[in-house]
Each structure stands twice: as structure tokens, then as C-alpha cells.
């Protein structure tokens, strides 16, 4: 369960609370220092790391040629990082990692909107929601890499929050795997994420 005090300070503005908690609980992990690390379809045993300084060192070591995700949101590291030095320390931390993640999740779920023709049904949001989540897991949606493409804009009418049905079925949904996603090589530069503001500022 993500605290209240964090969702409001550090989550995207554009998402519900409600939203974001679901989102978390679909694809994320209650470990700020959790690291997934998979190749070629496969997932890599790595050691637990204790501190952020470990935790940053391991997505380094692994980050060539792997799908490596992070933290509360299960981020994808490396997107428009062009050397793996470059990836700091906020990556795993509860608030930065909040951010980024949750802005990144919305920037899809307007992408899937605009594939919709942007709804504006309450009722239509459970499907727009799966769909998002699948393209997260999966790094892709309609053959696009959704952590590449560009932000549609716009907004997403929201339900206040989904059914419990409606997250069991997206959990239950099958789409664990990420067996589409490109690994993120450290040379390829693309949309660089803006760590300037980590830190409270806004």
C-alpha cells in the first residue's frame, strides 16, 4: 500500500490517487531497491541490493543488454541514457522514482487514449487502464515503443477508482512477461529523462 503523503507529493498530477495506487500494485514492487533484470525473455538471478549506492551498481552492470526495471515502479532504466554512469542514485529513490514512473505511465495512458480517439466514458477507462499496464510490461503498444514515442498530450477521463474486478483481471491478465521490449543499450540516445527536478523541487 503506497502512503497517501507520497502519492500526493510525488506522483504525477495528471493521475488519480486511486490510479496511481492501483498502477503501483499492478506493476510494481513495496521495495524502493527492487531490481528485475531480464534477457532474452529470461530473468536474471541478481544479488538483493541493501543500499541505493548497491542498488545503482547493479542496473550499471546489467544495464547492457538487459531489460532492467527499478524501484517502486519498476521503471525502465537506461531510456535516453547514453552511458550507464549517467544513471544516478533517484532512479531507487521512493519519491523521484514515483515521479518519473507515474509521468511515464500517464504519458502511455494518453497514448492509448488517442488510439481510442480519446473517450471521454468514465465506463471506457478499465480497457484504456489494461491496455496501458500490458504496454508498460511489454514496452510496446501497436508495434510503438511507448517509452520512446512521443507525449500525445491531452487529457484521460478517469474513473475515481477501478473495480476490484477490474485490477484482478489485470493482474491476472497474463502479461508478466516482457518478451517485446527492445534492451536499452547505453549508446542509444533517445528521450532523456529530466532528473533536474528530483529533490522536492517542482
Not at 112 to 133: H, M
Request: proline share 7%; hydrophobic share 40%; charged share 25%.
Amino acid at each position: 500500500m503506497l502512503d497517501a503523503a507520497l502519492i500526493k507529493e510525488c506522483a504525477d498530477p495528471s493521475l488519480k490517487p486511486a490510479i496511481v495506487e492501483q498502477f503501483v500494485q499492478a506493476v510494481g514492487s513495496d521495495d524502493p531497491l527492487a531490481i528485475t533484470v531480464k534477457s532474452g525473455g529470461r530473468l536474471i538471478l541478481i544479488p538483493k541490493p541493501k543500499t541505493p549506492e548497491e542498488a545503482i551498481e547493479i542496473v550499471r552492470e546489467n544495464i547492457a543488454g538487459s531489460i532492467v526495471r527499478v524501484g517502486l515502479t519498476q521503471i525502465p532504466a537506461g531510456i535516453g541514457v547514453k552511458d550507464a554512469w549517467e544513471l544516478k542514485v533517484a532512479l531507487v529513490d521512493p519519491c523521484a522514482n514515483l515521479r518519473m514512473g507515474t509521468a511515464m505511465f500517464a504519458k502511455i495512458l494518453r497514448t492509448v487514449a488517442k488510439w481510442y480517439g480519446n473517450p471521454t466514458r468514465e465506463e471506457v477507462f478499465p480497457q484504456l487502464f489494461d491496455d496501458a499496464i500490458h504496454a508498460w510490461r511489454t514496452g510496446k503498444f501497436q508495434g510503438e515503443s511507448v517509452f520512446q514515442t512521443e507525449d500525445p498530450g491531452g487529457a484521460v477521463v478517469q474513473r475515481l477508482a477501478l473495480e476490484s474486478d477490474d485490477v484482478a483481471e489485470v493482474e491476472e491478465s497474463g502479461y508478466s512477461e516482457m518478451p517485446e521490449e527492445t534492451p536499452i543499450k547505453p549508446d542509444d540516445a533517445g528521450i532523456r529523462i529530466d532528473l533536474t527536478r528530483i529533490g522536492g523541487q517542482k
